[in-house]
């Protein structure tokens, strides 16, 4: 049984910083691409970044290359997203995501909450 249990949000002043967790089980961790998406208030779910099972590849969002940074911890289950420079168009639940190929499956946690005001 797949658990994705997000954490680690908050609220954070512009220009601040903060990493989100995801705790993952259920599945071999080590082996499966995980990624990052955030949902604005009143908007869709978008694609903010994702890390290779030997955190040899990374991908970001337009909107958030250079600023934030995906890593992993395969010795944990964990993956984390490093937000830096933030701002209030960041506003956001962030979510953990796991895709299982092999039952065509979207895994989602329940998220974090994230909010840069001043």
């Known amino acids: 049984q797949v658990h994705l249990v997000e954490s680690g949000g908050g609220l954070v002043q512009p220009g601040g910083s903060l990493r989100v967790s995801c705790a993952a089980s259920g599945f071999t961790f080590s082996r499966s691409l995980m990624r990052w998406y955030r949902q604005p208030p009143g908007k869709g779910r978008e694609f903010a970044a994702s890390i290779s099972p030997t955190s040899s590849s990374t991908n970001y969002a337009d909107s958030v290359k250079g600023r934030f940074t995906i890593s992993r911890d395969n010795g944990k289950n964990t993956v984390y997203l490093h937000l830096e420079n933030l701002k209030p168009e960041d506003t956001a639940v962030y979510y953990c995501?796991?895709?299982?190929?092999?039952?065509?499956?979207?895994?989602w946690g329940q998220g974090t909450q994230v909010t840069v005001s001043s």
């Open positions: 995501n796991y895709f299982d190929y092999g039952k065509a499956t979207n895994y």
